[in-house]
Structures are given as C-alpha cells and as structure tokens.
C-alpha cells in the first residue's frame, strides 16, 4: 500500500517539470509561469492541472479525498526534524584510547557508517552533535571531556563506547572515572573494545532515542533543568 | 605579472616561476636581528600556541605548546597524562597471569607484544620453557599485529598529510589481519593470545590457508601502497628533509625502532638479541639514510614487506607438538583431564583461585616492538602477585627526541613529524 504511494508521488513529480514541457533542470525559468504555478498549487492538490483539459479540477467528494491522501504527507515540524537529525548526526573528532581505533574503522570500508548518513567526523565540537567517548576517561581528562561536551550546541547526545568510560572496565584504580560520572551518556556500548559493528549498532539505538523523544535538551532529558552554572544575563 | 606556470625567462626550462618563487623564501630574515623598528618587531613576535588533548592531529591525547614566531615552531613543550590509566599500579594488584590482559591495554596498536614481554619476564624469572609451536605461533601473532599497527600508523599519517584515500586502503588490509586474530583468538583487539609458558589455543583448523592467502596477498597491497605515495609530488614535498635528526643525537635520547632505523642505525632486538625463535627466520632489517620523515615512511613500509616474508616463514616450518607448557604448576590443565585426574582438578583449582608463585628475583625482559624497544620489568617477592611492573614503552622515549626534530621547521611540517614519530598515547602514560 505505502509502496504504491510513493509510486504514485514520484510519477507525479516527474509528470509535471516547473519550465515549459521538454525543458530539462537547467532551463530558464519563466518568472510568469512560475507565479501561475504558486497560485495554481491548491488547483494541483485537488487533482487539476495548471493549464490544459483538467484546468478547472474535476475531482469531488471522497475521489478528492483519495487523491488528497495518496499525494500528501503530513507530519508535525517536529517529527520532521527529528528524522532528519537522527539520519545526520556530526560525530565529534574525538578519540581517547583503544576504542578510537575501533570508531575508525566504523568510518573504513567494511563497516561504512556513511551508509547511515554519519560519516561527517567534525574536528571542531561547534560543529558537531554526537560525542563518542572513545576509550578510558582519566581524571585529568575528565574536565576536558566536559569542556569539550559544554561546548558542542544543543541539541547534542554522547555515546559511552566501551567498558572504561562506562565502568571503568578492567582497570577498577585510582585513575579513572566513568563518564556517567561527569556527563549526560545518552548510549552506552559494551565491550573491550566493542565491535565496529556494535558501535553502530550503539549510534541506531541513539537514532530511535532521537526520533522518538524530539528536540529536548539534555537537561530536560534528564531532569537537570536548573542546574546551569552561569545563567545567561546573569 | 607572468602566468603561473609560465617559463618567461628561458634560463631553465623545467622549474616553473610558481616553483622559483617558492625556493626564494628563506627563514634566514626571521632568524636575523632586528633592522627597522616596527616591522622587524612583528617579525620577533612569538605566538604560543596550545595544541590538544583534543586534536585530531595528534595521534590521541596529546597535549602540546609550541611557540611560534610566525610559521616556524621555536619550542614544543609535550605535556603528558591525559590518559594515565595506572597500569603498573594494577599489575601489582592481580595474580601474574591475571596482569596480561591490563598490559595488553597499554600501547593498544601493539596489544600481543605488550602480552609477550610480561609473559617472556614472567616466564624468565620463572624459568618455564615455552615449547617450539608455542614460539611461533606467537611470532606469527607479533609480526602480524605489527603489519596492522604500521597499517593504522600509515592510514592515520597519510590522512595527517592530507591523502584520506590511503585510510580506506589501509583499514581496508587491517580488517584482514583483525579477521584472523578474532579466528585464532576470538577476540580482534586485546586477544588475551599470550599466556604464561605458551599460548591459549592452538590455531583452528582452515586458519593456516587464511593466513596463507594473506601472506600472498600482502607484499602486493604493500606495493599498491608506495605506488600510490612514492610518486606522489605532494608527499614527497612534505615529507623530505623534513623531522631531519641524526642516529647519534637519537641515540643520546635513547630513541629505538623505525626512527632510530631510519636514521641509518640497524638496531633491531630480533636480530641484536633474538628472542621467542625469531634467530629461525632469516629477514631483513631496513634501515634508512639520514633520518628524515621519508626514510622514516620508507623504513615502515620495507618493514611490513619483512614481517609478511617471516610469516611465510613461520607457518611453513610451523612445528608439531604442544601449543603450552606440560608445566601444570603454571599452565591449565586440559579440560577433558579434570574429571578423571585428581590432580588436575588440585592444579586447576590452585590456579584458579590464587594462580602460580614465581621465586623472587627481578627480570628485564625488551622486545622489538612496532615502535621500538619494549621492556618489561617484573621484581617478584615470591609470591603470586608481582612485586612491581614497570613497562619501558617506545613511544614515551620516543617522544622526548620530538621537539628537537620539529623545532626550526614550519609547524605544517610538525605535523607530519609527529605522525612519523608514531607516538601511541596509551603506552606513554600507561
């Protein structure tokens, strides 16, 4: 059933290019038609065409509805972002130990993130949105590691990946701390060190968390609304 | 104004004004003393800046000022600890053949030769003999981790100088290698292969063709590797004359490996003072010239061709017989013996619960690492925990010779000069 929507859909995009007919992409667009064809959209939603035969549109009654809903998607904005975000996450260049060489290699041939659309390692925190703490976490690096989260904008999510920065794996000392100490982990992914293939699997379950919990903080995703050290204007 | 690429003055045919122009710009102005006021002022002004922890250029977490003035590096001050993870501490805090899977942790490109130096001084001071298959079957494990470290070390350099295609290819052939790791050992990274008197398993049955194919595989993907880079005008540019220090004054730092080798200086431990079977194989060891970036990317890449050459080897005169010792005061006995044999099951538990006692003394027992000479020091008190383990890690020496190989260089060329010198983190603050 959904299948032969989206059939339907393309055949209609195609049907009807912007220019004049035989005009490819890289045609001049006529301002006029263009105009024609913005106030004429409402025209296309009930089954007409901009000029022709079925220029005044023709379908009524429960044949309006039909083709209303096999041409158009309705969604919430939030729900769209949402699905965008979790398909494009910007992973931070940021690697700490042995779990690093793994979160490379989910980037290298055998196991191409990029088939998931998160391939786009940021070097700058500004720019990215997804922390893969990477190895064990000591605590010199700790406040680094924050520093380093604190700066990345919101929305942003981090991935504990391996045992040390979960639990501190098989080094129970002095010199480590777990993330969770120190940091919203969104995803925790076993292992010592984890397969690039349960990496992924760690960055899928963040895309689920993404898509059904939109556009919150991650104060507001933990109860942390209130605990800012400097409020802004203060 | 002439076109770029344009000869106009007809003196030499083959260097292009674009060429001409860039050999004309010498660093001797900077060093010079201050001729006009203000303008020689804003050439003397140094610049310092802070380079990491969080850099991707920096091979992990590195911390490092260089002061600059303008382009050129004057000083590097390396600052270390970021990930100190208090491995040696640990050691102290687990029976001896517990201790091999931290170790194995700690230079985590090279997790089989961190296993065998603990295992080797253990077994010294112990005085276990470690059977023939069990040698070899280690030497293959050992030259083929250091075929994936030079795999990961020429993928991430390479991307260092700006080549992102020579990453694919590399993880590409490391895949290979992590495959038959994880089929003899199960594991890819940090195997746990290497235990006290021998190895955990005999290697399963079709491993022997895998790695064949392997073998004869590799020296060509390793040829596809320098024909891709050594004819390559950029990384020849970036790479020669460059991170320039001589065997001596690398000596004096106590600098071993690829850097050392390439500085013309053929000190190899396999050779110098072979260990685990390597006085078997018959190999090479390359060496470079005068020590710059590029012998030092050529020394690595003569080095993957030699480790395939001794597996090849290795699995050829592979010999019959156990994979561990018959000593069962420090090896498991085998499963099936437990319930028929009281004594196993004696040994067994005796294992188990507090593991084996190693007679006092202290050992020193140095590898040839990926990156150079990596010891391992055990002092045991007689009981079944070690006294005290101290690791010499290469890439934490190593490092020491950095900021007088990247000082008087532009800082572009720094970079390069750290991804040669190949520094891993985890081994340096352990």
Known sequence: MKRARAAIKRASVSDRSIGAPGEGLGARVDPERLRVRELGSSQLLRGGELEGPTMPAHLEGADLERHVEERVLTTTLDKAVSWARSNSFFPATFGLACCAIEMMSIVAARTDVARFGYEAFRASPRQADLLILSGRVSIKMAPIVRRIYDQMLEPKWAISMGACCSSMGVFNNYALVPADKFLPVDVHVPGCPPRPEALMHGVLKLRKMVLDDPDMSWRERYGAVGTEEALPGA | ?430
Request: charged share 25%; with cysteine; glycine share 8%.
């Open chain 2, 1 to 430: 104004m002439s076109p770029v690429g344009q000869d106009t003055t007809g003196q030499s045919s083959d260097i292009s004004e674009y060429r001409k122009r860039e050999q004309s710009i010498t660093l001797s102005e900077l060093d010079g003393p201050a001729a006009d006021g203000e303008a020689a002022d804003a050439r003397q002004e140094l610049l310092t800046l802070n380079f990491g922890p969080h850099h991707p250029a920096t091979h992990g977490v590195l911390r490092l000022l260089v002061t600059l003035q303008g382009e050129v590096v004057r000083d590097i001050k390396p600052i270390i600890g970021y990930v100190h993870t208090g491995i040696e501490k640990t050691a102290e805090d687990k029976a001896y053949w517990k201790v091999i899977p931290v170790v194995e942790r700690m230079d985590y490109l090279a997790y089989h030769f961190n296993a065998m130096t603990f295992c080797g001084a253990v077994e010294t001071l112990a005085e276990v003999e470690v059977p023939r298959r069990a040698e070899y079957l280690r030497v293959i494990h050992m030259e083929l981790n250091r075929i994936m470290s030079h795999l990961v070390w020429l993928g991430t350099s390479a991307l260092d100088l700006g080549a992102i295609s020579m990453f694919w290819y590399c993880f590409r052939e490391r895949e290979k290698v992590l495959d038959l790791f994880e089929m003899s050992t199960g594991q890819r990274m940090h195997t746990r292969y290497f235990q006290v008197g021998g190895v955990i398993e005999d290697i399963p049955r079709g491993y022997a063709e895998k790695l064949g194919a392997f073998v004869s595989e590799m020296p060509g993907r390793v040829e596809q590797y320098r024909a891709l880079l050594h004819s390559n005008e950029i990384v020849l540019q970036r790479l020669r004359g460059t991170g320039l220090l001589d065997a001596a004054r690398l000596l004096e730092f106590g600098v071993t490996g690829p850097l050392l080798r390439a500085a013309g200086n053929p000190w190899d431990l396999r050779k110098a003072d072979p260990y685990c079977s390597y006085g078997d194989f018959d190999f090479k060891i390359p060496i470079g010239t005068v020590g710059d970036n590029y012998d030092r990317f050529n020394v690595r890449f003569a080095e993957m061709d030699e480790s395939v050459a001794i597996i090849g080897q290795a699995l050829e005169g592979l010999p019959e017989g156990p994979y561990i010792t018959s000593d069962r005061k420090v090896a498991l006995p085998p499963r099936h013996e437990l319930a028929t044999s009281m004594e196993a099951l004696i040994h067994h538990f005796k294992l188990v619960t507090e593991g084996f006692r190693v007679p006092p003394g202290e050992v020193y027992y140095p590898i040839e690492s990926p990156r150079g000479e990596l010891g391992c020091w055990v002092r045991s008190d007689g009981s079944a925990k070690p006294a005290r383990v101290h690791m010499r890690d290469p890439s934490f020496v190593n490092l020491q010779a950095f900021s007088e190989m990247a000082e008087g260089g532009y800082i572009a060329d720094m970079i390069a000069t750290l991804a040669a010198l190949d520094p891993i983190l985890g081994g340096i603050d352990r």
